[in-house]
């Protein structure tokens, strides 16, 4: 069985599963981040996939799986998963969790931009701001191609981004916000700060994670890079791609999309 996989730069986080899996935490092991509010968020991205993956039946594809937070809790479901990311280290933590579990599911080291895997698949998602990776509207377009190549008849393409506000966007790049605070097991609580400059021309806002402990204050810092993408851009990057918006939402229990929202949460079909 071959795969296609393409260069593409990966986001320090993607190199450190352990870190990463305290911010993004799998449900069950939510208890580490402080924040109410973030830890229901949590809890309903995975019933949101969940729901998506059992309704859509048949082959699921997983595009930046990551470190296996939604994969794995599908698959324990009987759902035939696949899941897929550039990150070796990550897809490497998502088997081991998966072999915890006692759940066969199938990891692939792939370029969300181009790839090619065996088969169609029913349902393909990208969860948790993962689209915004994708820095251009080539690599966009791209991977809509893909992810339209490998969908089955009546196959639905989902997918959440945050919704840009202004207010953020316009914030002092040089001064520091309190992303979230967790709890490390060797560190005791941590806390994420980040500052960010927001390109206009480019709709790309460049970001700067401080981790910081009381005895170790800033003991690692990541720079990373997410492209903004607008409602009504959206629509036309979407239609470009050959797809159809069905339904956006603007949280995970299914709220309508409107200004306010925070997310954007897109269930589309590939045009006929």
């Given at each position: 069985?071959?795969?296609?996989?393409?260069?593409?730069?990966e986001?320090?986080?993607?190199?450190?599963?352990?870190?990463?899996?305290?911010?993004?935490s799998?449900?069950?092991?939510?208890?580490?981040?402080?924040?109410?509010?973030?830890?229901?968020?949590?809890?309903?991205?995975?019933?949101f996939?969940?729901?998506?993956?059992k309704?859509?039946?048949?082959?699921?594809?997983?595009?930046?799986?990551?470190s296996?937070?939604?994969t794995v809790?599908?698959?324990?479901?009987?759902?035939?998963?696949?899941?897929?990311?550039?990150?070796?280290?990550?897809l490497?933590?998502?088997?081991?969790?998966?072999?915890?579990?006692?759940?066969?599911?199938?990891?692939?080291?792939?370029?969300?931009?181009?790839?090619v895997?065996?088969?169609?698949?029913?349902?393909i998602?990208i969860?948790?701001?993962?689209?915004?990776?994708?820095l251009?509207?080539?690599?966009?377009?791209?991977?809509?191609?893909?992810?339209?190549h490998?969908?089955?008849?009546?196959?639905?393409?989902?997918?959440?981004?945050?919704?840009?506000?202004?207010?953020?966007?316009?914030?002092?790049?040089?001064?520091?916000?309190c992303?979230?605070q967790v709890?490390?097991?060797?560190?005791?609580?941590?806390?994420?700060?980040?500052?960010?400059?927001?390109?206009t021309?480019?709709?790309i806002r460049?970001?700067?994670?401080?981790?910081?402990?009381?005895?170790?204050?800033?003991?690692?810092?990541?720079?990373?890079?997410?492209?903004?993408?607008?409602?009504?851009?959206?629509?036309?990057?979407?239609?470009?791609?050959?797809?159809?918006?069905?339904?956006?939402?603007?949280?995970?229990?299914?709220?309508?999309?409107?200004?306010?929202s925070p997310?954007?949460?897109?269930?589309?079909?590939a045009?006929s």
């Open positions: 069985m071959g795969y296609f996989i393409c260069a593409m730069q986001c320090p986080l993607y190199s450190e599963p352990d870190l990463y899996d305290l911010l993004f799998h449900p069950r092991d939510s208890a580490s981040v402080n924040d109410v509010v973030r830890r229901e968020k949590i809890i309903a991205s995975e019933r996939y969940l729901d998506e993956a309704q859509a039946g048949g082959h699921v594809l997983e595009l930046a799986c990551g296996g937070r939604l809790p599908i698959a324990q479901t009987g759902v035939d998963i696949v899941g897929a990311d550039l990150s070796g280290s990550m490497d933590a998502a088997q081991a969790k998966a072999s915890a579990a006692g759940v066969p599911v199938e990891f692939v080291q792939v370029d969300m931009r181009r790839f895997l065996p088969g169609r698949f029913s349902d998602f969860a948790g701001n993962s689209l915004l990776h994708l251009t509207i080539e690599d966009l377009t791209q991977c809509f191609a893909s992810v339209r490998h969908l089955a008849p009546r196959g639905r393409f989902v997918f959440d981004i945050s919704n840009p506000d202004l207010r953020r966007l316009a914030r002092d790049p040089n001064q520091r916000y992303v979230l709890n490390h097991p060797q560190r005791g609580e941590v806390t994420l700060e980040e500052t960010a400059e927001y390109d021309v480019t709709q460049h970001i700067r994670w401080y981790f910081s402990a009381s005895t170790a204050p800033d003991f690692r810092v990541i720079d990373y890079h997410l492209r903004m993408i607008f409602p009504q851009e959206l629509l036309l990057l979407l239609e470009a791609g050959g797809f159809r918006l069905e339904t956006r939402y603007g949280e995970f229990p299914r709220e309508p999309f409107e200004s306010s997310r954007q949460i897109c269930i589309c079909c045009k």
